[in-house]
Nanobody, 129 residues
Framework: QLQLVQSGGGLVQPGGSLTLSCLAA????????IAWFRQVPGKEREGVAC????????YYNDSVKGRFTISKDNAKKTVYLQMENLKPEDTAVYFC??????????????????????WGQGTQVTVSS
């Protein structure tokens, strides 16, 4: 059974750090695109970062470049989102997602939630003093 189980999240002060984890039970990570999205009430889900299958191509939303890092541990079947220098505007519910590895138009398509078939349960990240 394919399932994404998230952990991490919580309350952190501006400038602080937090790491989210996504256990991809039943997945072989090299065969999938794994992404992190976030959503605030009243808005669509926003692609934050993505890692493509075996070639490991990595993509970031411009708003998090230089602050967030996506990585994976194949042996643990776990994908991470390390978040540093957090800002209040990073406050959202964060989701991990998995879908078929994209082969073309990747820079555009990875941002679309419709490219992903499996979703984690979501975890709240609140950045506030």
């Amino acid at each position: 059974q394919l399932q994404l189980v998230q952990s991490g999240g919580g309350l952190v002060q501006p400038g602080g750090s937090l790491t989210l984890s996504c256990l991809a039970a039943g997945f072989t990570l090299d065969y999938y695109a794994i992404a992190w999205f976030r959503q605030v009430p009243g808005k669509e889900r926003e692609g934050v970062a993505c890692m493509m299958g075996a070639d490991g191509g990595i993509y970031y939303n411009d708003s998090v470049k230089g602050r967030f890092t996506i990585s994976k541990d194949n042996a643990k079947k776990t994908v991470y989102l390390q978040m540093e220098n957090l800002k209040p505007e990073d406050t959202a519910v964060y989701f991990c997602a998995a879908g078929p590895t994209l082969l073309r138009d990747i820079a555009t398509r990875w941002r679309s939630e419709y490219e992903y078939h499996y979703w984690g349960q979501g975890t709240q990240v609140t950045v506030s003093s």
